[in-house]
């Protein structure tokens, strides 16, 4: 199956069989939706001048991206092929926002600033037919979000979560020493994006005098890069310059294979989008999973209470039908005749049982009123300082995901009503489970 057809054919099933569960316990679906909206995404990042726009010009074959030593360019811009016979064209951030076939929308919080340095260029170039790339301001050290205007890392996380390839560069001159990219590496990507999603570039590997200072550069970069990471494996580095920048050396020879290498991994994004959805999808479905297994065994020991406080009312009721008519008559002298002595005396009519029976529906209205008032909200109380007893968390997996939901939860658990004993959470619970073991296993299949 072609993989844009497999993309339409999640996209209805994520939304006939998954969002009405999503929008049922509160979660966001919007992300989802949006990564399903659109084409595959390459985001090009990285410090000032490490050569970004450079890259982008040379994969597209046209100048498109203005280049230059200081920090020329501050926008993020998407570029794109538009439809047939569109040709060039530049689309201001204000429009791709509102615009609904785009999955920009919840950009609009980012607000005015934002969207003056966001913008989309269309272009007609047989690699973007399927594909947007993204060029981004180049990251700053000593920049604070006033200087910016806006919140550019929360920006470029939300840009990151939407990316099916992300290249990260660097140059030689400032080998990861930049404070806006260590944040990016230590937060902003491992929350948004998976680590698989990411390739790491040294360019301009030819300004390097010889061997031996690329040697120390690229030492650095690793250097620098586990500091960042916390991690002591180092990722692939592809290492790279611009041919139509760099002179002919003996040292970039061998190099050449590896440009090809990164060039080709980069136009092959498309065929990672597929993949992208499908973890997407999985890893949300199971947080859905996660938050539904809280409040369906919230429920359950809802029920639990729900039946002890049920077996009581029904004793005292039973008690009450028999017996409350005696010490009302005890006290008030009325009845004449009590339900028993009438039952006794076979003198038993519909008048005997009109007492006894008020008494019994109090009692029942009693019961209702301390489950609802006393019981439950006791145990709702205790099942928001204790959340985590909810759900079993039996592997490392899970934990993670717990750690991300427990908010949820919590306020979910703060909200119930008893309503949320009726609501069919054992059932959702086995409907989430069917989908992530039969249909996403599918899915999985059909692109394997
Ligand atoms: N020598 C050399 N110069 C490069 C290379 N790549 C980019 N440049 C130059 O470095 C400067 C910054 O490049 P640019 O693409 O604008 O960087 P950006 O800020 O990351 O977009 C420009 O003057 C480019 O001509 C390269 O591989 N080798
Ligand atoms: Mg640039």
């Given amino acids: 199956m072609d993989e844009k057809a497999l993309q339409l054919e999640l996209q209805s099933k994520v939304k006939k069989s998954l969002s009405p569960l999503f929008l049922k316990y509160h979660l966001d679906f919007s992300n989802l939706e949006s990564i399903l909206k659109w084409k595959p995404i390459v985001l090009v990042i990285g410090n000032y001048s490490s050569g970004k726009s450079t890259l982008i010009n040379e994969l597209l074959g046209q100048d498109i991206q203005r280049t230059g030593q200081a920090p020329t360019d501050d926008s993020f811009t998407i570029i794109t092929a538009g439809g047939v016979g569109e040709g060039t064209q530049e689309i201001p951030g204000s429009t791709l926002v509102n615009d609904e076939t785009l999955p920009f929308g919840s950009f609009k919080k980012f607000g005015e600033r934002f969207m003056s340095h966001f913008l989309l260029k269309k272009m007609e170039n047989p690699i973007l037919e399927n594909m947007a790339i993204i060029d981004s301001p180049g990251m700053l050290d000593s920049v604070t979000e006033k200087d910016r205007g806006y919140d550019y890392m929360a920006v470029l996380g939300e840009i990151a979560n939407l990316a099916d390839l992300i290249v990260l560069m660097f140059d030689p001159h400032k080998a990861g020493t930049i404070k806006e990219t260590y944040t990016a ?3 902003t990507l491992p929350e948004k994006s998976g680590e698989d999603r990411i390739i790491f570039v040294m360019s301009r590997v ?3 005098d010889n061997l031996s200072d690329l040697v120390r550069s690229y030492g650095a970069l690793c250097w620098n890069m586990s500091q960042m990471t916390g991690r002591k494996d180092i990722p692939h580095i592809y290492l790279t310059y611009a041919p139509g920048e760099a002179e002919p050396s003996d040292m970039l020879a ?13 136009k092959s994004a498309p065929s990672f989008r597929v993949n992208h959805i499908l973890e997407d999808i999985d890893r949300q479905v199971n947080e859905l999973q996660l938050v539904c297994e809280a409040m369906s065994h919230f429920s359950d020991r809802g029920w639990q209470l ?4 049920s077996k009581v009312t029904f004793l005292c009721s039973l008690v009450v039908l028999f017996f409350g008519d005696m010490l009302i008559k005890a006290a008030i002298s009325y009845p004449n005749e009590t339900l028993i002595a009438a039952l006794l005396g076979g003198t038993v009519n ?7 029976g008020c008494l019994v529906a109090l009692t029942v209205f009693l019961g209702w ?5 006393f019981v439950f909200s006791g145990l709702r109380k205790q099942c ?8 079993v968390l039996d592997s490392e997996y899970k934990k993670n995901l717990w750690n991300k939901m427990q908010g949820k939860v919590q306020d979910l658990l703060a909200k119930a009503t008893t309503r949320e004993l009726w609501a069919g959470h054992s059932r959702n619970f086995s409907k989430i489970q069917r989908f992530l073991t039969r249909d996403l296993q599918s899915y999985y299949d059909k692109i394997r």
């Fill in 254 to 266: 061998p190099l050449a294979r590896e440009r090809d290498q990164l060039m080709t991994k980069i």
């Fill in 384 to 391: 928001v300082a204790r959340s985590q007893d909810l759900v």
């Fill in 185 to 187: 590496i230590r937060s």
């Fill in 369 to 373: 009123f301390v489950f609802s008032r």
């Fill in 306 to 309: 729900f039946a002890k406080t």
């Fill in 350 to 356: 519909t008048e005997h049982f009109i007492l006894p």
């Fill in 206 to 208: 030819d300004e390097c």
